[in-house]
């Protein structure tokens, strides 16, 4: 709330004069002063939540126990922490949701609903054993369904004498009837946040560099206002930048690029980052998310070879190395235990410019860096023009 004071004319004159001396002194040295970056504080009062989680494929088959979907909720601890510390409000509702599909559950389950039910409450036992301090100091409250009557069951019709289980367009229907999601949501006023003003930020320069898995390899993560360009130089490894607005929603999204030529002529893309993008994507990592991310499928290693390289007619054997004759191995090994889908990325030549223009609500800037070995890293610029 505003608070407003009555001030008397001389007072207020009194202010004019003090406020036109300091400009003018400000205006005669301003050009010899140097330039400090500037930040600006926002602050509103707002529901706050936190983005959606779904964790479907963190359960086995039948199982409502998982290792996976804990390791994943402690993977975001740090995440939820910084979100519930930026949140002034003093309680938080973890809602949990669980659906289940119409395929029979295994022995134990035999009550529709009751599997999801039993993963719903494991889903609430992790978060007790992650964040204990919040929930014994009431910070954080745990919502889950009561009963199965609270579960979300699937429409899709499911009976086994008429291949239904082999059927893939229904299996794809049942896998996505199978969840468990939670967010988390807040109501306060918003803490006040610094954010750089992009005609002011110096940018990021990174050489040998790689995210690491338990932050999504993220290595630049900047907060800015204004309104300018944005300019990224990738080189020949792939990286991606998105721009996201304040409620965490990409807005642009370079996906995967690089913005000079590798130098294997033989091949569209470098086996090896095709390989360690497609492990990421088979992990669901937000860094390989989005529209934006380009996929080929193959049916055999011999068709996605014929897929990399630049003439299928001219296949050969590749000689031995970290960016292509052992990820290629890879590869083989991924085509032999049913892997279909695999991960490319765009190439072209020159940087990529977006336009950032935090009055449309962008706010931040976000750059993915998975690629690397031990003898091979990424290295990228983002800088900024101001419009």
Not at 166 to 184: A, C, M
Not at 220 to 226: I, V
Request: some cysteine.
């Amino acid at each position: 709330m505003n608070n407003l004071f009555d001030i008397s004319s001389e007072e207020r004159n009194r202010i004019m004069n003090l406020h036109e001396g300091a400009t003018k002194r400000q205006y005669l040295t301003l050009e010899q002063a140097p330039q400090p970056i500037i930040t600006k504080t926002t602050k509103s009062s707002s529901d706050t939540v936190f983005p959606k989680q779904n964790l479907q494929n963190q359960f086995k088959f039948g199982e409502y126990q998982s290792d996976n979907a804990k390791n994943f909720i402690t993977g975001l601890k740090p995440k939820i922490e910084e979100f519930i510390k930026n949140s002034g409000g003093k309680n938080f509702v973890v809602n949990i949701s669980a659906g289940e599909s119409n395929v029979t559950n295994p022995k134990g389950f035999e009550l529709k609903g009751s599997l999801a039910l039993a993963r719903a409450n494991s889903v609430k036992q992790y978060f007790e054993e992650i964040f204990p301090d919040l929930i014994k100091n009431n910070v954080l409250v745990i919502k889950t369904p009561k009963d199965v009557s609270e579960v979300v069951i699937g429409e899709t019709p499911y009976d086994k004498t008429k291949g239904d289980n082999k059927n893939p367009e229904k299996i794809k229907l049942y896998k996505q009837e199978q969840f468990v999601t939670f967010d988390i949501q807040g109501t306060g006023e918003v803490r006040d946040i610094n954010t750089k003003d992009i005609c002011q930020w110096e940018g990021k320069k990174i050489e040998a560099g790689q995210g690491e898995e338990k932050y999504n390899y993220v290595l630049t993560d900047e907060k800015l206002f204004g309104n300018g360009n944005i300019i990224f130089d990738t080189g020949t490894i792939p990286d991606r930048l998105v721009i996201l607005n304040k409620g965490g929603s990409v807005t642009q999204d370079t996906g995967y690029v690089t913005t000079r030529a590798h130098r294997y002529k033989e091949f569209k893309w470098v086996p090896l980052y095709v390989y360690q993008l497609t492990v990421i994507n088979s992990k669901n990592n937000e860094s390989v998310s989005g529209d934006k991310i380009i996929k080929i499928t193959a049916n055999s290693y011999q068709e996605l070879l014929e897929q990399l390289v630049v003439d299928p007619k001219k296949i050969k054997s590749f000689y031995s190395g970290d960016e292509v004759g052992n990820p290629l191995r890879d590869l083989k090994i991924l085509c032999d235990k049913g892997t279909k889908e695999f991960v490319v990325y765009t190439q072209q030549q020159g940087p990529v410019n977006l336009n950032f223009d935090s009055s449309s609500g962008e706010s931040e800037v976000k750059v993915y860096s998975p690629i690397g070995t031990d003898t091979i890293k990424t290295g990228y610029s983002v800088t900024a023009k101001c419009a």
